[in-house]
């Protein structure tokens, strides 16, 4: 039986809770589809830190490294923090090490979930926020400096480091338009105040020449945050700035009922970790509530990813039929997350898309 190597890092608070219920669909469907996961679990996180000094041990890392790919749950606790003042997020330091330059934060709606906005028209939303993830404001990480007045953070915006996320935006646009999908990528930026924007979007408009048969446009962030909540359904594929894309993430979430429906993966060119777009939640922690759908739909994009990179079309049917079991789950009323007003806990949400697996 094919095999792939997965290194999972449940991580803290509803990390682990939402992680046992995604390695339990993800076995599922390698039994439904003939094909192995060798799952292999390694510490990290906030709570690591606190009782190691270390927040992602080197073999961990390594461990990341050499796998097929990355699982990941949540990390980082409100009250560890290192020496600076911030809390410990080993996240970033794995995007960072691994170069995973492409944050993908896909969001639909569901038949049988409520949604906060809707389409009078009935168009559903299904869009993808793809997020710089290695430079932009988040390159003044532990470089910031202050003195008694100020405090300076600087964005950085390299040529290189915006037309690869760009392609990547463009091709997951192509992609989706193969599938039926509109094809439209929005370029999200300020470049109307700052040069490193406008220097982005330069960069944007070369690349878009190189996608002919895909169509785009642009939007500052403002504005973007203002339509994202007016009229979603009419996005299909946005590329922006690490800052901007970690704010329209959280945004995004909140479209399709919460951040327990958001899966996301943080990809590069040899590497790829999937987790859902979810933090660590430590208000609900320990008490069986949190939604684990956004893990283990987090899960099924990275069968879809080992699909491509291997050429196994098992792998992506494997990802279809976690889909499906998932959307038969809501759809069917037999759970229904507490984000939505329901009474399902992480067990009840988890056995209704084991039954359909
Ligand atoms: P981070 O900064 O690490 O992304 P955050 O501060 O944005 O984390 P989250 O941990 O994502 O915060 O939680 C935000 C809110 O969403 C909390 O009220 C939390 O309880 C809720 N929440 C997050 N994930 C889930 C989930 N899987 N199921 C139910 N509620 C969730």
């Known amino acids: 039986m094919n095999s792939c190597s997965i290194a999972v890092l449940p991580g803290d608070g509803i990390g682990v809770e939402v992680m046992a219920a995604a390695l339990e669909v993800l076995h599922r469907t390698g039994t439904r589809i003939g094909r192995g996961f060798d799952t292999v679990t390694h510490p990290a996180g906030a709570q690591h830190f606190a009782d190691t000094g270390v927040a992602l ?33 080993p996240q970033l330091d794995i995007r960072f090490a691994l ?3 492409a944050g993908v934060r896909p969001v639909r709606t569901w ?50 480091g915006t037309a690869r996320v760009v ?35 330069e960069v944007f408009h070369q690349r878009a020449a190189v996608f002919p048969d895909i169509a785009h446009g642009d939007a500052y962030v ?15 594929v946005l590329v922006t700035e690490n800052m901007f894309g970690d704010i ?9 009922g919460g951040m327990g429906m958001a899966p996301s993966a943080d990809i590069g060119d040899d590497h790829a970790l999937f987790q859902p777009a979810h933090g660590s939640a430590p ?36 990802a279809r039929a976690i889909e499906s079991a998932v959307q038969g789950a809501f759809e069917s009323g037999a759970v229904r997350p507490r984000e939505f007003g329901g009474a ?11 039954e359909r697996l």
């Open 248 to 256: 329209l993430s959280d945004l995004i979430a909140s479209l399709v």
């Open 283 to 318: 208000d609900i922690a320990g008490q069986g509530i949190a939604n684990p759908t956004a893990m283990i739909l987090s899960a099924a994009m990275m069968l879809d990813w080992l699909a491509d990179r291997r050429g196994d079309a098992a792998l992506a049917d494997g």
């Open 99 to 101: 170069d995973l330059y």
């Open 167 to 201: 392609d990547f935006a463009f091709r997951l646009a192509r992609l989706r338009k193969s599938q039926g999908r509109p094809g439209h990528v929005t370029n999200v930026d300020k470049a109307n105040v700052f040069r490193s924007m406008a220097f982005w979007r």
């Open 344 to 354: 399902s806990g992480t067990t009840d949400i988890t056995r209704a898309v084991l």
């Open 111 to 160: 038949p049988g979930l409520p949604v906060p906005l809707a389409d009078p028209r009935g168009t559903r939303i299904d869009l993808v926020l793809v997020r710089e993830n290695t430079e932009g404001l988040f390159f003044a990480r532990g470089r910031g400096t202050v003195d008694a007045d100020a405090a300076y953070d600087t964005m950085k915006i390299s040529r290189a």
């Open 57 to 89: 041990p080197e073999p961990t890392l390594a461990a990341c490294r050499a796998a097929d790919a990355t699982l990941f749950g949540a990390m980082g606790l409100p009250h560890v923090r290192g020496a600076d003042g911030t809390e410990v997020i």
């Open 222 to 236: 403002d504005a973007m945050a203002l339509n994202l909540v007016l009229k979603p359904w009419e996005y299909d």
